[in-house]
């Protein structure tokens, strides 16, 4: 990465699996993600408890001695629904105040595989990048191919012209931890220039009118 500005990130949230799914690489992959993250002294934010692949990251960067968030909803909590919180816990009554609250407190997003859920989390946090909500890099980490047939639909949405070129470039993929990380590290948000406009503040009353029809 010589000659590439490097941003800083101290903290990445990771989206994934409550399930350790059919091929057990994702499991060895979710704890070398972590284990990754631990030697590169790089704190977790993450949905919360011990189940499936959340279970496995949350582990490995405990045991190297960086801070863990788990952050989740109340209704989780009930009846020990998903296991312990490896780490702190931050308890929020919905889904979406839960996803406010990560996005507000990483730095960086990766997503590994996962259901419905951590494909919802994934698409939240690009459409709001897209929207320059946030300007935050978000990177898939495929493992075996996982998101082969996501990153094709998405290529193919753009060759459709329902994703613009530079909304794509939004969406980084890579196939180890370490890639991943170098480029989420090198990333370089280029906004919209007509979506850059708009005015998120909770007080704005009314947000500028686009030039453009939007492509979301």
């Given amino acids: 990465m010589e000659g590439v500005s490097v941003r ?24 070398h993600l972590g284990e990754v993250l631990g030697k590169r002294k790089i704190d977790l934010v993450y949905g919360g408890g011990k189940l499936g692949l959340m279970g496995c990251v ?27 919180t490896c780490g702190k816990e931050i308890k929020v009554a919905t889904m979406q105040e839960r996803l406010v609250m990560m996005m507000e ?22 459409s709001w990048a897209q929207l320059s909500i946030h300007n935050k890099p978000i990177g898939v980490l495929n493992i075996n191919g996982f998101f082969n047939g996501l990153l094709s639909f998405v290529d193919h949405a753009v060759k459709q012209e329902f994703i613009t070129p530079r909304a794509r470039k939004i969406l980084i993929s890579a196939t ?7 480029k989420l590290q090198a990333f370089r948000f280029e906004s919209d220039p007509a979506l850059s406009k708009l005015k998120w ?5 009314q947000k500028e009118k686009l030039d453009l029809t939007l492509r979301l």
Avoid: W, Y
Avoid at 10 to 28: L, P
């Fill in 8 to 31: 800083k990130i101290k903290k990445i949230c990771v989206f994934c699996g409550a399930n350790s799914g059919k091929d057990v690489a994702f499991v060895n992959a979710a704890f």
């Fill in 176 to 182: 180890t931890a370490n890639e991943l990380v170098d």
């Fill in 201 to 205: 503040s909770p007080s704005s009353s």
């Fill in 58 to 84: 949350s582990t490995a960067v405990a045991q190297h001695e960086r801070q863990v968030l788990g952050i989740i909803p109340s209704a989780f909590t009930v009846n020990n629904l998903v296991g312990e």
């Fill in 105 to 126: 407190l990483s730095d960086a997003f990766i997503a590994l595989p996962g259901g419905f859920g951590t494909l919802e989390e994934l698409f939240q946090m690009i």
